[in-house]
């Protein structure tokens, strides 16, 4: 036969060669199967048997100087039986050199004993030749020659012999030496590590880190075929680049199910970049975090082949950026509104905006122990970010849907400070795990998992397991009787720290002092601020409510320090407060924003400031001075001692458990709560000591007892609602928190009378004035879903509206707006349309002012086809 040109891919044996064409357009060239005419090599072994002697070194030889080379062959003869060729390999240009007799000469295979017999046909010549050559190899001692005593075939693994995660730790972010062995697809590689590597001689299957390439699966017996869209491009591209040569490797990371990852080096460079840029793979998101150098160069990679279109990015569209033109943009940042969520004020166009962070959210509460760490996250973020300028960029956006507001998600950067990293990496919120065709993400989303997996490693925060923090904050200011408690040791504190939790107007604030863990009403003495209307019917004094405005864009989530005077009648603490070491009061009065009070200003140490600060303002005209009639009238003066805020019964509470969008089950925060905390701990001992305790207790209905509650195995104090003797089980209500749940009996157990003493410290509401659907009905899940993300996680207030045996109507409000019934949760739902107004209710006649403004809003929602009105006025048959 005719000589041929080929080049060599791979090399089975010392004796044995694969050999491939010339690609033809983007197919893979033919393949064909080439073994040494005359001669044999040493075998090499498998899972069942191990290699013969010299048969790795065999190989070796060959693949050290022929592998990804051009030869010249020929086929000399062929076995009808096996279809097997055995011909002549010619290697080189100039200095041909005779493959088949290399081999002999180097003593790495015999002369075939039907080879021998041939040497009077055609072939004679050269099998002679070969016969002398092998005689001078074995004279020689060379290769299989060898005559030392030593092991002379390798020792080498072909499964793992120890766990997966042990062998990782043993060898992650070494460099090893090994030699890539089979080409699954383009990012499915079998690696065989080799000396002087750290880790044994050991096969290896590995997935390329940061990347996916199409997949290739065939001839898999019960397997149906898979070749995806440029898999076999893919699997060519890697085979003609790496297959069967030596390279570094870097053992990175396991997947779920305990596949390697890793990163695969050689000298002509990373072969993953490569792939990405020719747009045979794309980046894989849960991978990528673990390559060793980093994930820039493989997005960087992955950007050339989509900006031109390359096969797998065939006709790809970049997306528009969120936001056009003003994507990118400085802003301060006004308010920290969740653990996810903040405002900021646009530097240049003064519009302020409400932004969520990107591609994260906040941790869900899943127990009745609602853990806090969203305090933690929001906190984290006000200290670092509140009044800041940042850098704003604007990633992607959400359209509004199923009653949810339109979100802008942004990255939000202090410098180097990126606000969902540092919240990620401290274990305060959850990644969110985009598609991976979805590139609405966070423009650091590679650091962000990073970020995450950092803390997973390090268990902080909500991958911790032990118990979250929790947050019970008191209220010094619930009524005066209480605020005496507090007095005498903020009069002996001199200045105490606080951070401004809401302001009611530019003298009047919500204090929260986190090293005492409560919050105070706190009113500025010595000064008059102009007061806002009460309500939107309600006329503001003038500048009240640019007073207002002023002391919320410097107050609000600020650490201040107070000092505490006296108290108000109703509650509220009176004294100085500071701002970066300056006296609000003088700046509110230096701005024409507030004027001196004399009777409180003449109690006051700094007297002589207010004094001046306020003829500046006087003589410079500022604001309420500006007027004609700018004499403040005495007899409109109010001695601040004697000032009011006008009030129900109002508390502070948390929704433990929600039963429906009106319904649910809270805990009042007051003394009582700090008595359960440490009833609990008490509680939880008392278990853990009598833990072989008998569990044959047979409860009654309506008893008191130990129940063990299902998702964490902890004891809760809980009341049998219902005894099921065919199933051996109860139905319980957890007392405490509201939440109830089927249990067997074994995991109850009869609560001890010195744990009774505690009042049940969860209670059962409604919302006032409104119907809502059961979670089973029309629209009643969303309602659900509504009213949780409105309370989930919050300290709210509560007005007591009316109490009905047990069951007590309330009117919410988040504890950082206002108390006006436009601003309640009850109005927020029917806003949305899942809520609305029963005008039969007890409560419509002595509140006819509460009702027609929830009223107003159900036109709105009727208006805007919200919710349940989406395909008209469901309230029109009850006219």
């Known amino acids: 036969m005719a000589n041929q040109k080929a080049i060599v891919k791979s090399i089975l044996s010392g004796d044995t060669l694969i050999l491939r064409g010339r690609p033809s357009g983007n197919q893979p060239p033919p393949e064909r199967q080439l073994n040494l005419a005359y001669i044999q090599a040493p075998r090499l072994g498998n899972q069942k048997k191990e290699d013969e002697p010299f048969a790795f070194e065999a190989r070796e030889y060959l693949r050290g100087f022929l592998v990804g080379k051009e030869v010249t062959f020929r086929v000399d003869y062929n076995i009808p039986t096996t279809g097997r060729e055995y011909g002549t390999i010619l290697y080189g240009n100039e200095n041909v050199t005779n493959v088949t007799q290399m081999v002999i000469k180097e003593g790495w295979a015999k002369v075939r004993e039907d080879g021998r017999k041939n040497k009077e046909e055609s072939r004679g010549e050269e099998i002679e030749t070969l016969i002398a050559l092998e005689s001078d190899a074995k004279s020689a001692g060379k290769g299989i020659w060898q005559t030392q005593d030593q092991e002379n075939s390798r020792k080498v693994n072909y499964t793992l012999q120890e766990e997966p995660r042990e062998y990782l730790d043993k060898y992650k972010g070494l460099v090893v030496e090994g030699i890539i062995e089979q080409v699954r697809d383009g990012s499915s590689l079998r690696v065989l590590f080799i000396p002087p590597s750290p880790a044994p001689q050991q096969y290896l299957n590995i997935n390329i880190s940061g990347i996916k390439a199409p997949i290739v699966r065939k001839d898999v017996p019960d397997v149906e075929d898979l070749i995806e869209p440029f898999g076999e491009e893919a699997k060519y591209f890697v085979e003609t680049r790496l297959l069967q040569r030596n390279v570094k490797v870097i053992l990175e990371g396991l997947s779920g199910n305990q596949a390697f990852f890793a990163s695969i080096l050689h000298p002509a460079g990373n072969i993953a970049e490569a792939l990405l840029t020719s747009g045979l793979a794309k980046v894989a998101d849960r991978s990528i975090t673990m390559v060793t150098d980093g994930h820039t160069k493989l997005r960087a990679a992955e950007s050339i082949a989509k900006e031109k279109q390359l096969r797998l990015w065939q006709g790809h569209v970049a997306r528009n950026r969120a936001g056009g033109d003003d994507h990118e943009f400085e802003a301060t940042v006004t308010r920290i509104i969740s653990g996810d969520t903040i405002s900021v004020k646009h530097n240049r166009t003064g519009v302020e905006r409400k932004l969520q962070l990107s591609s994260i959210r906040q941790p869900k509460p899943k127990d009745p122990k609602l853990p806090e760490y969203n305090f933690d996250a929001k906190e984290l973020l006000r200290k670092k970010l509140i009044g800041k300028t940042v850098k704003v960029t604007i990633d992607y956006s959400k359209p509004a849907t199923d009653g949810f507001e339109a979100k802008d998600c942004a990255t939000i950067k202090l410098g180097e400070f990126n606000a969902a990293e540092a919240l990620l990496e401290r274990g305060l919120a959850h990644i969110i795990r985009h598609r991976r065709d979805d590139e609405d993400r966070s423009s650091f989303y590679d650091q962000l998992m990073i970020a995450e997996q950092k803390a997973q490693n390090s268990t902080k925060g909500i991958h911790s397991p032990k118990d979250p923090p929790v947050y019970r904050i008191i209220d010094a200011s619930e009524n005066a009787a209480k605020a005496k408690q507090f007095l005498h040791a903020l009069q002996r504190a001199g200045r105490v ?383």
């Open 497 to 879: 720290p606080g951070v401004v939790d809401y302001v009611y107007n530019a003298s009047r604030f919500k204090i929260y002092i986190p090293r005492e863990s409560y919050k105070l009403t706190f009113v500025l003495g010595g000064i008059r601020a102009p007061r806002p209307g009460r309500n939107p019917s309600d006329k503001s004094e003038p500048f009240a409510v640019e007073a207002s405005e002023f002391a919320t864009r410097r107050t609000f989530q600020r650490d201040v320090d107070i000092e505490v005077e006296n108290i108000d009648k109703t509650g509220g603490f009176i004294g100085t407060m500071w701002i970066k070491n300056e006296n609000f009061a003088v700046m509110l009065l230096r701005d024409g924003f507030a004027s001196v009070h004399d009777y409180s200003a003449s109690q006051s140490s700094y007297s002589q400031q207010l004094y001046a600060a306020e003829e500046s303002a006087k003589t410079e005209k500022k604001n309420i001075w500006s007027l004609q009639d700018n004499e403040v009238s005495k007899e409109q003066e109010v001695a601040i001692v004697t000032e009011v805020e006008p009030r129900k019964e109002y508390v502070d509470i948390v929704v433990t458990e929600i039963i429906s969008g009106g319904r649910f089950y809270l805990q009042v925060i007051n003394d009582d709560i700090h008595k359960l905390e440490k009833m609990m701990s008490e509680f939880s001992l008392y278990h853990k000591n009598n833990a072989s305790s008998s569990s044959s207790f047979t409860p009654k209905n309506n008893e008191m007892v130990s129940a063990q509650f299902t998702e964490d195995n902890r004891w809760y104090r809980a009341k049998i609602r219902k005894v099921i003797p065919d199933s051996k089980s109860a139905e319980v209500i957890y007392v405490d928190y509201g939440n109830s749940e089927t249990i067997p009996l074994s995991r109850v157990r009869p609560l001890p009378d010195n744990f009774k003493q505690l009042p049940s410290q969860s209670q059962e509401a409604i919302l006032s004035f409104l119907n809502v659907r059961n979670r089973e009905e029309e629209y009643g899940l969303e309602a659900y879903e509504h009213f949780r993300d409105l309370v989930e996680n919050k300290q709210l207030v509560a007005n007591i509206d009316y109490k009905e045996n047990n069951l007590y109507h309330l009117t919410l409000f988040d504890s950082k707006q206002s108390q006006s019934i436009e601003d309640s949760i009850n109005t927020e739902m029917v806003k949305a349309g899942y809520a609305i107004v029963d005008k039969k209710t007890i409560l419509y006649r002595s509140n006819p002012t509460v009702v027609e403004k929830l009223l107003e809003a159900q036109e709105q929602a009727k208006k805007g086809r919200m919710g349940m009105f989406e395909y008209g006025d469901i309230t029109a048959d009850d006219e």
